[in-house]
């Protein structure tokens, strides 16, 4: 490969800036000829070191494309700014092309005559997924390394992703970001190969999906805000349904969502499918995605249950309300701006909202369709950038030129109505428990004499419920008023706002985003852009559990702390543990010996085993205890131990279905293991009068909590190590365990006689003492003094 460049500081812009601005206040035609270009390259090279043969990569359409992280257009992302160019040269730059660079290229031992790249995703900060020749690769850009992905059994064309931008980290984020689709398009449905990758493009696995639909395969998509994968298939005639020829998608879930498989409206895309769909789906998980051809432009705020085509703004320059019929060069798009470059040279720039229009901004003969291309940098300013080889190496320069959107807008008389739109939850993650509640608020000023409100939207409704009320705060030092806009968001599944038939299942939680916007505010709010946060139905990831210790055994010096720490240990008689969990009694096995864990366990609780005992709960969060868990909850000695009981039964417990237990739920597991045996995914609660019969009403009930059963113990001083898993499905999406130690004692030592040489022990014991009452006084009376004679 070429010699990498070193970065240098961005050069200065040219002179013109000024005279670029005048001739745009007064409505220059040649506007768009920015005086605001420039030249970047670097004057400091590293040396080549690679000896490796390579093949050089390009691009399978004959018009280059930018692709941008979408991550990088967030504030929290700023050092990251991973960009691609796509062109007869394919350039990766992970500074926006602030550097001078060399073309992309591939060892020969990977692709040796030719290295045509048709697809390209993102999967990381500084790695890029890439389809070259129909096989699938991972390239890290640092250092510079390509890896063969695996599993992909079939050539694939197209890659989809979505990533999740939020500020905070989350598990669930880090699924989407890493949750790719390979597949290929031009066939039907049926005989489509898609594969799966959970891990950022390193394996792949083929997914089974059986639609039984009719049509083309165009693309599959990860509505994951929306909770389900989209296919999106073109039908050039009718179906039996009375389905109408077109373009359309057919969604699919999980059995957790409880929503059935239904399709989107039908749209028109071609007749005969696009020889290249180009698709945007990286627009903060709200649920937008737009679809172009160099034909026709659409987008979807509602993750493509309507594509609607994009409208054009009239003004005195450009009268239409429709593009012109020359067609579509580029699309790009920021977080909530698009800007649309047609065949012609002409440029278009909008909002991207619940009804998205553009207006048009100008013509510019000297853009070069077959080397420009464009992106957002930041929010009201689009950059047109081109490669131009170096005359000082074999590197490529970057000639760049920003062009102040605000200046052009505000040429074509496009008015801002909205003063404010401000919100603290802007870009964050959220978290909503079962029976929780969250708030959230922002703060709107509309212009004098305009009645601009707020529009709230949830990607996801099948998950997230609100509400929302208007409060007039004051008013600004301007004299507008301030009103403050309330919103209240719940689960929806508790909610009542709609019926259970519409909601998701309990068992995983789901993701869906809330939007703030004004959809009315005018193309001229370059500024005013909309509020989105992430809220995640499902586990706070700081939320657990802990163990109520109100004494210990070290606190009455039964064991002492300083014991515990040296590497403390103890045995169990082989007559009490079972390896298995399964109870069984007279199993041919060794005493097994524990090493205590002090570090996890601290001090044992202390027990006294005539008590009948339950441990209690707690529930934290954020390092501050929230309330005393009353769910219920199962618990098992981790080592084994089966010499304990439970007080109630199942008749005792009210039940009036038969309990689950230990023994059954563990039988069932191929490979028996009680951390995953019996949890709030598969509990069952007895109180369920459609659960099984009630056969044995006098079997141990083995649920605590909620209730008066307990633990009892026998006469045994000794150690145990439980671990507690909360199994009410309806307490938190968390799955709550805690593993904790006590010590029960108060027994009397083991005797290891047994019961009937005890007795007789005592029988041989009572009889000397009657036989020696009897003989002891006739003894005494043979004991004659020498001096007396006896008659």
Same mark, same amino acid.
């Not at 005969?272 to 987008?299: E, M, Q």
């Not at 004494?551 to 007559?575: H, M, P, R």
């Not at 501050?624 to 000695?637: G, I, L, R, T």
């Not at 145990?720 to 009410?728: E, L, S």
């Given at each position: 490969?070429?010699?990498?460049?070193?970065?240098?500081?961005?050069?200065?812009?040219?002179?013109?800036?000024?005279?670029?601005?005048?001739?745009?206040?007064?409505?220059?035609?040649?506007?768009?000829?920015?005086?605001?270009?420039?030249?970047?390259?670097?004057?400091?090279?590293?040396?080549?070191?690679?000896?490796?043969?390579?093949?050089?990569?390009?691009?399978?359409?004959?018009?280059?494309?930018?692709?941008?992280?979408?991550?990088?257009?967030?504030?929290?992302?700023?050092?990251?700014?991973?960009?691609?160019?796509? %062109?007869?040269?394919?350039?990766?730059?992970?500074?926006?092309?602030?550097?001078?660079?060399?073309?992309?290229?591939? #060892?020969?031992?990977?692709?040796?005559?030719?290295?045509?790249?048709?697809?390209?995703?993102?999967?990381?900060?500084?790695?890029?997924?890439?389809?070259?020749?129909?096989?699938?690769?991972?390239?890290?850009?640092?250092? &510079?390394?390509?890896?063969?992905?695996?599993?992909?059994?079939?050539?694939?064309?197209?890659?989809?992703?979505?990533?999740?931008?939020?500020?905070?980290?989350?598990?669930?984020?880090?699924?989407?970001?890493?949750?790719? =689709?390979?597949?290929?398009?031009?066939?039907?449905?049926?005989?489509?190969?898609?594969?799966?990758?959970?891990?950022?493009?390193?394996?792949?696995?083929?997914?089974?999906?059986?639609?039984?639909?009719?049509?083309?395969?165009?693309?599959?998509?990860?509505?994951?805000?929306?909770?389900?994968?989209?296919?999106?298939?073109?039908?050039?005639?009718?179906?039996?349904?009375?389905?109408?020829?077109?373009?359309?998608? +057919?969604?699919?879930?999980?059995?957790?969502?409880?929503?059935?498989?239904?399709?989107?409206?039908?749209?028109?895309?071609?007749?005969?499918?696009?020889?290249?769909?180009?698709?945007?789906?990286?627009?903060?998980?709200?649920?937008?995605?737009?679809?172009?051809?160099?034909?026709?432009?659409?987008?979807?705020?509602?993750?493509?249950?309507?594509?609607?085509?994009?409208?054009?703004?009239?003004?005195?320059?450009?009268?239409?309300?429709?593009?012109?019929?020359?067609?579509?060069?580029?699309? /790009?798009?920021?977080?909530?701006?698009?800007?649309?470059?047609?065949?012609?040279?002409?440029?278009?720039?909008?909002?991207?909202?619940?009804?998205?229009?553009?207006?048009?901004?100008?013509? &510019?003969?000297?853009?070069?369709?077959?080397?420009?291309?464009?992106? =957002?940098?930041?929010?009201?300013?689009?950059?047109?950038?081109?490669?131009?080889?170096?005359?000082?190496?074999?590197?490529?320069?970057?000639?760049?030129?920003?062009?102040?959107?605000?200046?052009?807008?505000?040429?074509?008389?496009?008015?801002? &109505?909205?003063?404010? !739109?401000?919100?603290?939850?802007?870009?964050?993650?959220?978290?909503?428990?079962?029976?929780?509640?969250?708030?959230?608020?922002?703060?709107?000023?509309?212009?004098?004499?305009?009645?601009?409100?707020?529009?709230?939207?949830?990607?996801?409704?099948?998950?997230?419920?609100?509400?929302?009320?208007?409060?007039?705060?004051?008013?600004?030092?301007?004299?507008?008023?301030?009103?403050?806009?309330?919103?209240?968001?719940?689960?929806?599944?508790?909610? %009542?706002?709609?019926?259970?038939?519409?909601?998701?299942?309990?068992?995983?939680?789901?993701?869906?985003?809330?939007?703030?916007?004004?959809?009315?505010?005018?193309?001229?709010?370059?500024?005013?852009?909309?509020?989105?946060?992430?809220?995640?139905?499902?586990? #706070?990831?700081?939320?657990?559990?802990?163990?109520?210790?109100?004494?210990?055994?070290?606190?009455?010096?039964?064991?002492?702390?300083?014991?515990?720490?040296?590497?403390?240990?103890?045995?169990?008689?082989?007559?009490?543990?079972?390896?298995?969990?399964?109870?069984?009694?007279?199993?041919?096995?060794?005493?097994?010996?524990?090493?205590?864990?002090?570090?996890?366990?601290?001090?044992? !609780?202390?027990?006294?085993?005539?008590?009948?005992?339950?441990?209690?709960?707690?529930?934290?969060?954020?390092?501050?205890?929230?309330?005393?868990?009353?769910?219920?909850?199962?618990?098992?000695?981790?080592?084994?131990?089966?010499?304990?009981?439970?007080?109630?039964?199942?008749?005792?417990?009210?039940?009036?279905?038969?309990?689950?237990?230990?023994?059954?739920?563990?039988?069932?597991?191929?490979?028996?293991?009680?951390?995953?045996?019996?949890?709030?995914?598969?509990?069952?609660?007895?109180?369920?009068?459609?659960?099984?019969?009630?056969?044995?009403?006098?079997?141990?009930?083995?649920?605590?909590?909620?209730? +008066?059963?307990?633990?009892?113990?026998?006469?045994?001083?000794?150690?145990?190590?439980?671990?507690?898993?909360?199994?009410?499905?309806?307490?938190?999406?968390?799955?709550?365990?805690? /593993?904790?130690?006590?010590?029960?004692?108060?027994?009397?030592?083991?005797?290891?006689?047994?019961?009937?040489?005890?007795?007789?022990?005592?029988?041989?014991?009572?009889?000397?003492?009657?036989? /020696?009452?009897?003989?002891?006084?006739?003894?005494?009376? +043979? +004991?004659?003094?020498?001096?007396?004679?006896?008659?």
């Amino acid at each position: 490969m070429a010699p990498a460049a070193a970065p240098v500081p961005r050069p200065r812009p040219a002179c013109r800036a000024e005279l670029w601005l005048w001739l745009c206040l007064l409505g220059s035609s040649s506007c768009l000829r920015c005086g605001n270009e420039q030249l970047v390259y670097s004057v400091t090279f590293s040396k080549d070191t690679k000896a490796a043969r390579c093949t050089q990569v390009s691009y399978t359409r004959t018009k280059p494309i930018l692709l941008q992280h979408p991550c990088s257009k967030y504030s929290s992302w700023d050092k990251q700014k991973m960009s691609v160019y796509l %062109g007869k040269f394919v350039f990766i730059s992970m500074t926006t092309f602030e550097s001078s660079l060399s073309p992309l290229s591939i #060892p020969e031992e990977l692709e040796a005559k030719e290295a045509v790249v048709s697809a390209i995703a993102f999967v990381h900060t500084d790695r890029v997924s890439m389809v070259i020749n129909g096989r699938v690769y991972v390239y890290f850009k640092s250092p &510079d390394r390509w890896v063969p992905s695996a599993g992909v059994s079939s050539s694939v064309s197209e890659l989809s992703n979505v990533h999740c931008c939020y500020t905070g980290e989350d598990s669930q984020c880090k699924v989407v970001s890493w949750t790719l =689709f390979a597949y290929d398009t031009g066939h039907s449905v049926s005989k489509s190969h898609i594969f799966l990758s959970k891990d950022g493009g390193y394996t792949f696995t083929r997914m089974q999906i059986s639609t039984g639909e009719r049509g083309m395969l165009l693309g599959v998509y990860n509505f994951n805000s929306f909770g389900l994968t989209g296919l999106l298939i073109n039908r050039t005639g009718g179906d039996e349904t009375g389905k109408a020829a077109g373009a359309y998608f +057919k969604y699919f879930g999980t059995e957790n969502n409880h929503v059935p498989n239904y399709s989107s409206a039908v749209f028109r895309l071609l007749s005969k499918g696009p020889a290249k769909l180009w698709s945007i789906h990286n627009l903060g998980l709200r649920g937008f995605l737009i679809l172009w051809t160099t034909d026709i432009l659409l987008v979807s705020s509602n993750n493509g249950l309507l594509m609607d085509e994009v409208t054009v703004m009239p003004t005195k320059k450009f009268q239409n309300t429709t593009f012109p019929n020359c067609g579509f060069s580029l699309v /790009t798009v920021s977080r909530s701006e698009i800007a649309v470059l047609t065949q012609d040279k002409q440029v278009f720039y909008g909002s991207i909202s619940q009804v998205t229009t553009v207006v048009y901004i100008a013509t &510019d003969e000297s853009i070069d369709l077959n080397t420009t291309v464009m992106l =957002f940098e930041e929010r009201g300013w689009l950059t047109l950038l081109s490669p131009v080889m170096s005359n000082f190496s074999q590197l490529y320069d970057f000639k760049k030129c920003k062009f102040n959107l605000q200046l052009a807008v505000r040429r074509s008389q496009q008015s801002c &109505d909205v003063e404010i !739109l401000e919100g603290n939850f802007q870009n964050k993650i959220y978290y909503i428990d079962m029976h929780k509640n969250l708030t959230l608020n922002a703060t709107f000023v509309p212009k004098r004499g305009k009645t601009s409100i707020p529009l709230v939207t949830v990607s996801n409704p099948h998950v997230l419920a609100f509400s929302a009320k208007i409060l007039e705060r004051g008013f600004t030092y301007d004299g507008n008023t301030e009103y403050l806009l309330h919103i209240g968001l719940q689960q929806q599944y508790f909610s %009542g706002f709609a019926e259970h038939d519409f909601c998701y299942g309990l068992l995983d939680g789901e993701l869906s985003t809330i939007t703030v916007d004004i959809p009315d505010k005018g193309i001229g709010c370059i500024d005013v852009a909309p509020l989105t946060a992430l809220v995640a139905v499902s586990c #706070p990831p700081t939320k657990h559990i802990q163990i109520f210790k109100n004494i210990t055994a070290c606190d009455k010096g039964l064991i002492q702390e300083a014991v515990l720490k040296k590497n403390f240990s103890y045995t169990i008689s082989y007559e009490i543990y079972d390896p298995q969990f399964l109870a069984r009694p007279n199993i041919q096995q060794d005493n097994l010996q524990i090493k205590y864990d002090f570090k996890n366990l601290g001090c044992p !609780l202390l027990v006294y085993y005539k008590n009948p005992w339950v441990p209690i709960l707690e529930l934290w969060e954020n390092s501050a205890f929230q309330e005393h868990v009353s769910a219920e909850f199962v618990m098992f000695e981790i080592n084994g131990m089966h010499n304990y009981d439970y007080l109630l039964t199942a008749n005792d417990a009210n039940c009036f279905s038969q309990p689950q237990n230990w023994t059954a739920l563990l039988k069932e597991q191929e490979s028996p293991d009680p951390h995953t045996a019996w949890t709030r995914r598969n509990y069952m609660s007895c109180k369920n009068r459609n659960g099984p019969e009630l056969k044995w009403p006098s079997v141990k009930y083995q649920v605590l909590g909620g209730g +008066k059963n307990k633990i009892i113990f026998p006469p045994y001083n000794g150690l145990y190590v439980f671990k507690a898993i909360i199994v009410d499905t309806f307490y938190s999406y968390c799955d709550l365990t805690i /593993t904790f130690s006590i010590y029960v004692y108060g027994a009397f030592p083991r005797t290891y006689l047994s019961f009937q040489a005890t007795l007789i022990g005592l029988l041989i014991l009572i009889l000397l003492l009657i036989l /020696t009452g009897y003989f002891l006084p006739h003894l005494s009376l +043979k +004991k004659i003094h020498p001096k007396v004679k006896v008659f």
